[in-house]
């Protein structure tokens, strides 16, 4: 484990696991915390030996929001100042597949932070929400858009206006999350998820992860474009070689992210 307070991480084999560990205030996220983060996400973005990202919070909240103690007296120009998006912007840029183990609650920047991970694995107790609108404000990290995006208009009118919590039955079926598992084995399952992702190859993961994210900013023209592309780049791969190459003599592939 390293010695940051509050953040704890270890490597498992391929996988690199984080997780936030402010447990008194429900993992909400401060500034400090959210560069720490950054910077340790781009640490593992760059090292080899890594192939897939697990973030997890506790069984009792991934994050309930930004931290409203941080913003609770800022003026609108303190809050440009801080340019706190930019550390947001960082985690957006991250290659590597993210696996998200949410348990509890994610709210407010919390469910924002989820929603910047890939596979979301969803623990039956979480509670899904943002409720900034509770407390005189409105989502600032991607909120409005990613979830729109994710659930529709009307079912994000809903969560954002009415700032009410969802189910992680309901996160699901509007597809907010990718899969919903039982409560006492969240973190397990959500292991179990990152290494099955862990043993594809690299580079596959690496551009099936780009072109899925240009789904959400791009043409439907532009974004097949790109995909044909990132598609033949993989033929000069090769873990591609290797991978059909296993399947014709009916064994298992081993990739080397080459
Ligand atoms: N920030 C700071 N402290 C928090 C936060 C938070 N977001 N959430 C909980 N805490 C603290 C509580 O103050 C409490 O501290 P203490 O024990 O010292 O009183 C402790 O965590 C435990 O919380 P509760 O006693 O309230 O626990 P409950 O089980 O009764 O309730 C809830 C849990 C429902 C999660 C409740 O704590 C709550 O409503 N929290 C706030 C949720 C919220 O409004 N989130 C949105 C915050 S604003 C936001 O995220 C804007 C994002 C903008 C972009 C991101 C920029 C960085």
């Not at 985690?91 to 183990?101: E, F, H, Q, T």
Request: proline residues 3%.
């Amino acid at each position: 484990m390293s010695d940051q307070p509050h953040l704890l991480s270890e490597t498992d084999g391929h996988v690199a696991i984080v997780r936030l560990n402010r447990p008194k205030v429900l993992n909400a996220l401060n500034l400090e915390l959210m560069n720490d983060l950054a910077t340790l996400l781009e640490n593992f973005d760059e090292n080899d030996d890594i192939r897939v990202i697990l973030l997890a919070g506790s069984e009792r909240a991934w994050a309930a929001g930004a931290d409203i103690g941080d913003m609770a007296t800022a003026t609108k120009s303190d809050m440009e100042d801080r340019d706190q998006f930019a550390q947001w912007e960082r985690i957006k840029r991250i290659r590597k597949p993210i696996v998200a183990a949410v348990s509890g609650f994610a709210l407010g920047g919390g469910c924002e932070l989820m929603m910047h991970c890939d596979v979301i694995v969803c623990s039956e107790n979480a509670k899904i929400g943002q409720p900034e609108i509770n407390i005189g404000v409105m989502p600032g990290a991607g909120g409005t858009q990613r979830l729109t995006r994710a659930v529709g208009k009307a079912v994000a009118m809903d969560i954002v206006l009415s700032g009410r919590f969802l189910s992680a039955k309901e996160a699901l079926l509007h597809g907010l999350v990718s899969r919903v598992v039982p409560t006492e084995h969240w973190y397990d399952e959500a292991v179990k998820i990152a290494h099955a992702i862990a043993a594809k190859a690299p580079i596959s993961l690496r551009n099936a992860k780009e072109s899925i994210l240009n789904a959400e900013e791009q043409s439907l023209s532009d974004g097949l474009k790109r995909e044909r592309q990132l598609f033949y780049d993989l033929f000069d791969t090769e873990d591609q070689k290797e991978g059909m190459a296993a399947f014709m003599e009916k064994r298992r592939p081993t990739f080397k992210g080459k």
